[in-house]
């Protein structure tokens, strides 16, 4: 007995960690962190973005398993429309930001360093732009659409035992959050040396990942109505 739970559970950390490459999530948190790029910010966005998808999994989870209440199909329905409308969204957002900014490229030198960056004209503060609350809405939104096939598992795995079924959820979103992590800090480090080496594919690169988002939005869209 203990051994099929542990392998389980074991089984349950693998899964989180396949499904936070979803192509939905991973889209949603390129697009979210791609508009000032940095490692440190995209990796906070990739674990705010699985602190809201484990979380609210984990509440629906108890719900299910501790009174049986289970979430409405419509708003399963409605939580997997409105990722698509949120990928578009942020992709306009941007595009739109990318071109009011009218971004500049700049040299200045201190000594026998020579710095090149682009100058944003507008100065937009940090709070405008970093809205760091926003991944943690988006995460909570694709735990809702995703929470089906979590959740269809619980009552094999925990067996009627509470602690089991929320060790189960726990693992799997821990396994959730260090994959995004992961996928996070290669995709900040990636940014990073794009916009300290080579500036004009950097700004190229975040016009088509905002595009994209558009476009993935809308297929997502067709898909979900």
């Known amino acids: 007995m203990l051994t099929t739970s542990a ?3 074991g089984a349950g950390f693998t899964l989180g960690l396949v499904h936070a490459l979803d192509a939905d999530h991973v889209m949603a948190v390129t ?3 791609n508009e000032k790029p940095s ?3 995209t990796l906070r966005f990739s674990m705010n973005w699985a602190l809201g998808h484990g979380g609210v999994l984990l509440m629906a989870g108890m719900g299910l398993f501790a009174f049986g209440v289970a979430l409405p199909e419509v708003l399963i329905k ?3 429309a409105s990722v698509g409308f949120v990928l578009i969204f942020i992709g ?6 990318f071109r009011r900014q009218n971004l500049q ?3 200045h030198q201190h000594g026998d360093v020579v710095h090149t960056h682009w100058h944003e004209e507008n100065h937009t503060t940090e709070k405008d732009t970093e809205k760091a609350h926003a991944p943690l809405m988006v995460g909570v939104l ?3 659409a995703g929470s089906a096939p979590a959740l269809a598992l619980i009552p094999a795995v925990a067996q009627g035992d ?6 189960y959820l726990l693992v799997f979103s821990l396994g959730v959050m260090l994959s995004m992590c992961f996928f996070g800090a290669g995709l900040g480090f990636l940014q990073r040396r794009l916009q300290k080496n080579y500036v004009r594919l950097f700004n190229v690169n975040r016009y088509l990942i905002a595009s994209f988002s558009v476009l993935f939005g809308g297929y997502w869209l067709t898909q979900a109505l």
């Open 7 to 9: 392998a389980m559970i």
């Open 31 to 33: 697009a979210l962190s």
């Open 39 to 41: 490692l440190w910010r």
């Open 78 to 80: 409605f939580a997997e």
């Open 92 to 97: 306009l957002l941007s595009l739109w930001r």
């Open 105 to 107: 490229l700049h040299q």
């Open 142 to 144: 694709h735990g809702l």
């Open 162 to 167: 509470l602690v089991l079924a929320a060790a």
